[in-house]
């Protein structure tokens, strides 16, 4: 059954460093989403990406993030100056059409030190 | 907020019984979607139920919307140990983004 990878599935850095998270959708999928949870918070979106655009992103999402589908297959999350704060499990998800079923990738777990 | 928040946040049952699990929202949604997480692990889509819809069944899965009341409850039948994980609703409001709430923590003792 298909299903969302990412890469790496642990990830540690030190603050200021930039970091790029990689994730690859589900093959026939359109809309492709990054979430982040911090550890024993919900989940949190962050953005969602289309046509290789941002469709919507959150308050999180500020100018040091940004997102790209540099291939036909890979959709990354780049934060350029790690904070403290951003230490988190990041999953991405993808679906066919909006609004429809998401499905995750396992998640990265980043932790900025 | 959107927010979807659940309750209780925590459920304890004996292996065979139902759970039942609520969500309550605050605004108008396109759709409303239930996951799970195991412990450190990712999230499993479990159902999705449309805002024209009242009920839906997927296995020994039973999800109800009302719009109307702005809830949505999840009951998972004969319940196995293998259950046992955190389980949160969705809701989607403009189809390219979902808000999650805090998640209902359920164990089901063997």
């Known amino acids: 059954e298909p299903e969302v990878t990412q890469t790496p599935s642990h990830q540690v850095t030190q603050m200021g460093q930039e970091v790029i998270l990689r994730c690859v959708p589900i093959s026939n999928h359109l809309y492709f989403y990054w979430y982040r949870q911090i550890l024993g918070q919900k989940v949190e979106f962050l953005v969602s990406f289309y046509n290789n655009e941002i469709s919507e992103k959150s308050e999180i999402f500020d100018d040091q993030f940004s997102v790209e589908r540099p291939d036909g297959s890979n959709f990354t999350l780049k934060i350029r100056s790690t904070k403290l704060e951003d230490s988190a499990m990041y999953f991405c998800?993808?679906?066919?059409?909006?609004?429809?079923?998401?499905?995750f990738g396992p998640g990265t777990r980043l932790t900025v030190t | 907020s959107q927010q979807g928040e659940e309750d209780p946040q925590a459920l304890s049952i004996q292996e065979g019984e139902n759970a039942t699990m609520n969500c309550s929202y605050k605004t108008s949604i396109n759709n409303l979607q239930w996951y799970r997480q195991n412990s450190g692990r990712g999230l499993v889509h479990l159902i999705l139920i449309r805002s024209n819809e009242r009920e839906k069944h997927s296995g020994r899965l039973r999800v109800t919307l009302d719009t109307s009341k702005k809830s949505s409850s999840l009951l998972i039948t004969a319940s196995r140990a293998a259950d046992t994980a955190s389980y949160f609703c969705?809701?989607?409001?403009?189809?390219?983004?979902?808000?999650f709430g805090t998640g209902t923590s359920l164990t089901v003792i063997p």
């Open positions: 969705a809701t989607d409001l403009t189809g390219n983004q979902f808000y």
């Open positions: 998800a993808s679906s066919v059409y909006s609004g429809d079923e998401q499905y």
